[in-house]
């Protein structure tokens, strides 16, 4: 396919997204998301970051497959995970799963600085070499539990988790600043729920549930 017939797509992939956005209101609590979160989507080309067989599906509001069990998010899933975190140029930014590094992508184009982390090797090396191709010079991909975040480079502004775990990891919360927020899909494989978590300026967290998901759950082992 063209890079014409790819831009195409995506622009139907924006129309999607925001006809989405109206259907969810009233858990969005907003008919639609940010203009900041709409432009980097369509900005970053989603079928550079799904294997190369699955590229005439990049656009589509689908999950999709990326090896060794895992699935990059359907398009509106990374729309409004990104519209919650309310993401500023001056963020730094921790994500949880990188995959192929497609929410590391938009993250890149929103955030100051992007630490990513990922426990699959292969995952993580595709990934850095997918953000190198696109320019995105202000992503760091670490292999490694992301259960324990990345200590060296907290406290975060923002943090997402692409995968879920049953219960919000603690460490998670403590490398939060105050005043941050934190998106997380979380609870029992059948009953996961999207969480906005977010730190007050004196270190108290309250937590919002926005809508029930399906996400491949956060294994908390270390990479061999």
């Not at 991909?141 to 200590?151: E, L, Y």
Request: charge should be negative; hydrophobic fraction near 45%.
């Amino acid at each position: 396919m063209s890079d014409e017939e790819f831009s195409q797509l995506r622009q139907g992939m924006l129309a999607e997204i925001a006809a989405q956005a109206i259907y969810a209101c009233g858990r969005l609590g907003k008919a639609a998301l940010s203009p900041r979160v709409m432009d980097a989507m369509g900005k970053v080309p989603r079928h550079e970051f799904v294997p190369a067989v699955l590229r005439p599906y990049a656009y589509a509001d689908s999950p999709l497959p990326i090896g060794f069990g895992k699935s990059i998010s359907q398009p509106f899933i990374v729309a409004v995970m990104t519209d919650l975190l309310d993401v500023r140029k001056t963020d730094s930014v921790l994500e949880i799963g990188t995959g192929l590094g497609y929410q590391a992508a938009i993250l890149a184009e929103l955030a100051k600085r992007v630490y990513s982390m990922e426990l699959i090797e292969d995952l993580a090396e595709q990934a850095r070499r997918r953000l190198a191709r696109q320019g995105h010079a202000n992503v760091q991909i670490r292999v490694a539990n992301g259960c324990h975040g990345w200590p060296e480079h907290a406290p975060f502004d923002k943090i997402i988790v692409t995968a879920a775990p049953e219960l919000i990891p603690p460490g998670l919360i403590y490398q939060l600043k105050p005043g941050g927020k934190m998106v997380i899909p979380a609870g029992l494989p059948d009953d996961q729920q999207l969480i906005l978590l977010e730190k007050d300026t004196d270190g108290s967290v309250s937590t919002r549930e926005i809508f029930a998901v399906r996400f491949s759950l956060l294994e908390d082992t270390e990479p061999e």
